[in-house]
Every structure is written in structure tokens, then in C-alpha cells.
């Protein structure tokens, strides 16, 4: 389970991990409501066309030809953005649920340099402030997404799956 790794690698136990992902996105919850209401406008998006979730497992990289050329939303998480973007991909939308990353290894400023026009980043509410400072100090467009479901998200998959479906109604 990525989550009980994530908890190993940063030295926390899991029930410690899941209570923190918990508390921040009640945290997060309360502080960004407000905000959240007034951007509403930022999903306007009805998906009457197909959405493409391009995973980070081994099998995208098999894929590259036939993700360039669907004709859709393509879906890219920050651990994947880097390779995706290098094979010539611009995604729709940039999903990301860091906690405790460096920022700068995923938005580095070569991509994010492609990525600025076309894609929007997607934050969840426990994505931690220095990815947030770090998406605005390159002006790439971001909000937070809240979803009731957050904190049972195994991984960011997940979050970009329910993503796809509830706002993007794919």
C-alpha cells in the first residue's frame, strides 16, 4: 500500500499518517470553503468527450503514441509530468496530493514552461504549502479540489479518477 510506504519514508506509523491526512483536510476544509465557492467557475467543464488518465504505472511509457493522439482530457499526475511532457503530451489537467515533496522536483521550470498555457494543476486539500507557493511563483493556473472522499484516496490516481468523474462528469 503506497500510503504505508509513504508513512515508513517519512518515519510517521500509518495510523499516525492517515490521522494527519485526516486533520489537514479538515484543516483545509474550513480554511478554503469560502475561496472554493467563488472559483466555482474554474470547473465548468462537462466531459462529453473522453478523459484519459495517464497513469505513472510502467505501462504509459509503452503508450506514448496513442496518448498523443487521443482526442480528449488527458489527465497527468506530477510523478509522471516530467516523462509525459518529454514525449511531447501536454495534459488537460496536472492532479497533485504532495504532502511532504520537494516542489521543484516534479513542477520544474522546463516543464511547467510547456505546461502553462494548456494545463491547469489540480491541488487536493492536504497538497502542502510549498507546492502551492511553488505553482504561483511559476504562474501556472491551479485551485484546490475538495472531494468528501479525500481521505480514503489510496494515492493520487484515485484522487484524479474521482476528479474525472464528479467534476469533469466523465
Excluded at 30 to 38: A, D, F, V, Y
Amino acid at each position: 500500500d503506497s500510503q504505508k510506504r509513504h508513512a515508513d519514508k517519512i518515519g510517521i506509523t500509518y495510523e499516525d499518517y492517515q490521522q494527519h491526512v485526516i486533520n489537514r483536510f479538515e484543516e483545509m476544509r474550513k480554511k478554503l470553503r469560502p475561496k472554493i465557492l467563488r472559483d466555482k467557475k474554474c470547473h465548468k467543464v462537462t466531459a462529453k468527450k473522453p478523459v484519459l488518465i495517464i497513469g505513472a504505472g510502467p505501462s504509459y511509457k509503452e503508450n506514448f503514441e496513442k496518448i498523443k493522439n487521443f482526442n480528449g482530457i488527458k489527465i497527468c499526475f506530477e510523478v509522471n509530468l516530467e516523462n509525459v511532457v518529454e514525449h511531447g503530451i501536454i495534459p488537460d489537467y496536472i492532479m497533485t496530493m504532495e504532502l511532504y515533496v520537494r516542489p521543484d522536483d516534479f513542477f520544474k521550470e522546463k516543464i511547467i514552461e510547456q505546461c502553462r498555457v494548456k494545463s491547469k494543476v489540480i491541488c487536493s486539500a492536504i497538497t502542502h504549502q510549498s507546492v502551492i507557493n511553488r505553482l504561483e511563483a511559476v504562474k501556472i493556473i491551479y485551485t484546490r479540489w475538495i472531494s468528501p472522499e479525500e481521505p480514503r484516496f489510496a494515492n493520487v490516481g484515485t484522487f484524479g479518477m474521482v476528479y474525472a468523474k464528479q467534476v469533469l462528469n466523465a
